[in-house]
């Protein structure tokens, strides 16, 4: 059996001429397995909502290669899913079935998202979130004796949406439950959702709707202040699945990277459940708002997130294009439902780093924003990835150490200047079995570089144990870690020593 290592490096530069090399080792310490990538599909920017399924299948359907795997739907206010929010919008629970179930038929992942639950629940009498000049500033809140009532209208939603044919993956409490809105909303203070969720989350129908996860309330920025009650109280974490946040206001290497410290430690996952990046722009983004987009998404990897949610499907600071020609610029053309550049920059993501495990890298960035270079690598069942983002404008060459021996590659590249698919791919040159390898990095240009592992390398040697390790660590022939082994592995001990040895369970 063939066993494959992929890199993917992220490089922004301006001239052909090559600097010094740069060098990067890749170690086999592992990390968080990333679940995938998606975007929502809600009204707004998917007008006419729920009739258009060109966007969806352009980018969850395998064949386009953009391979989305989750999509965010929104939970309307509605009662019983016919009727849409009680102050002028006409959506409903139907509008996310066409595009989920496409999203189904290829394996994907739907979950929900209520903006407000339904406007008779609240303080304010109505779905809306209450700061605006009608409503006198009051804000609406999900009134302490509808709390009984949360989960089954949650249950409500998910039996609509079974009836229909989509097996919904998992809900959410509420969208920014922080940001007082003057659309649909609705506030909660952290000590809000602990008590919704104490006291009320068991009465969510987990056995008849599959096992469907809770996900915590989505705040505004990622803040602590909304992710640490939740983990740091038992009854709570039982119930909580996935911990989930937006990106507004806050890089991901700050209040995302600490949110994901009780989540991680307790076997949680981590999803970004909203950003759009340069959405206020007058135009579509230009290459270097398409690479900062990926330092994004590089960055989210770094803060241990297992799972990144876009915003819009389609808009012109999005995926797929709206058909607004004020919006064109030169040759970028904002076509209708045509997959625009920054489809093509997450596909290097969702393509390739879906189902991998992270690992990490002499080069991880730690915090902060967008740096000049970025690095990032994952090892996925025979393969091992790595990114890396330069924001110069120099091209470089980049010597990268494995963990494994390989014997063949393939570099993946968007340089911005191709007019028909912005990834090209070619072979990689490798004569002879190794684990230094030095692949090119030009200029302006996003990379993935994918290697095959040599089956007769002697690189479990090179496996790297931490602290949480504890004193043995077993591994299969093939160097991948095992958690519950089986058979002949490599016993590997904290003090440097290895040997074989078989296992029987």
């Known amino acids: 059996m063939k066993k494959t290592i992929i890199v993917i490096f992220v490089l922004a530069v301006t001239t052909i001429a090559h600097a010094a090399t740069i060098t990067l080792k890749v170690n086999n310490v592992r990390k968080q397995t990333v679940t995938g990538f998606g975007a929502a599909c809600c009204d ?5 909502y729920g009739t258009d399924t060109r966007p969806v299948t352009l980018l969850y359907d395998p064949q386009y290669k953009i391979c989305l795997n989750i999509m965010r739907a929104e939970i309307s206010p509605s009662h019983n899913g016919t009727d ?4 002028g919008s006409t959506y409903n629970w139907q509008g ?3 595009s989920a179930k496409i999203v189904k038929k290829f394996g994907g992942i739907v979950f929900g998202t209520p903006w407000s639950p339904p406007g008779d629940f609240k303080t304010n009498g109505t779905a809306q979130g209450g700061n605006s000049d009608d409503q006198g500033n009051k804000k609406g809140k999900l009134r302490t004796d509808c709390y009984s009532k949360f989960f089954p209208w949650l249950n409500d939603y998910l039996k609509y949406m079974k009836s229909k044919g989509v097996q919904v993956d998992a809900v959410s409490i509420q969208n920014e439950p922080d940001w007082w809105v003057s659309y649909s909303g609705c506030l909660y203070d952290p ?3 602990v008590k919704l969720v104490k006291e009320n989350a068991h009465m969510l129908d987990r056995e008849t709707y ?8 989505e705040s505004l920025g990622f803040t602590q202040n909304y992710t640490d009650p939740l983990m740091k109280d038992t009854t709570c974490r039982k119930h909580i699945d996935i911990v989930a946040g937006h990106l507004y206001g806050h890089a991901p290497l700050t209040y995302m990277k600490q949110s994901a410290i009780l989540a991680t430690k307790y076997g949680k996952e981590v999803w970004m459940t909203e950003h759009s990046v340069t959405d206020n722009i007058d135009h579509l983004p230009n290459w270097h708002e398409q690479l900062i987009f990926a330092e994004e998404l590089n960055e989210c990897m770094l803060a241990g997130c297992t799972g990144y949610i876009y915003w819009y499907m389609r808009a012109h ?3 797929v294009g709206t058909g607004e020609t004020k919006y064109n610029v030169g040759t970028m053309k904002n076509t209708k439902n045509k997959l625009l550049p920054r489809a093509y920059v997450m596909s290097h993501f969702s393509r390739n780093v879906t189902g991998s495990t992270r690992l990490t890298t002499s080069r991880d960035k730690t915090s902060g924003e967008g740096a000049a270079a970025e690095y990032s690598a994952y090892i996925k069942g025979d393969s091992l990835i790595v990114m890396a983002i330069d924001t110069t404008k120099n ?3 980049l010597q990268i150490t494995l963990p494994f021996n390989v014997k063949s590659g393939v570099h993946l590249k968007s340089t911005g200047n191709e007019t028909d698919s912005l990834c090209q791919e070619k072979p990689i040159d490798i004569a002879e079995s190794t684990n230094v390898v030095k692949v090119e990095m030009p200029a302006r240009s996003l990379n993935t570089y994918i290697f095959m592992i040599d089956q007769g390398s002697t690189a479990i040697k090179e496996q790297e144990l931490t602290e949480d390790d504890g004193p043995v660590v077993y591994y299969d022939l093939y160097g ?6 089986k058979g002949l592995c490599i016993e590997k001990r904290a003090d440097g020593s290895s040997r074989k040895v078989y296992i029987h369970r």
């Not at 849409?84 to 102050?87: I, L």
Request: a positive charge.
């Open 44 to 48: 707004g920017a998917m007008k006419p």
């Open 84 to 87: 849409g929010a009680s102050w």
């Open 96 to 98: 996310g079935v066409p």
């Open 191 to 193: 000590q809000d959702l």
């Open 210 to 217: 599959n096992g469907v996860k809770l996900i915590s309330g």
């Open 317 to 319: 600071w999005a995926f």
């Open 395 to 397: 091209a470089h060459d």
């Open 480 to 485: 991948r870690r095992q958690d519950n082994p």
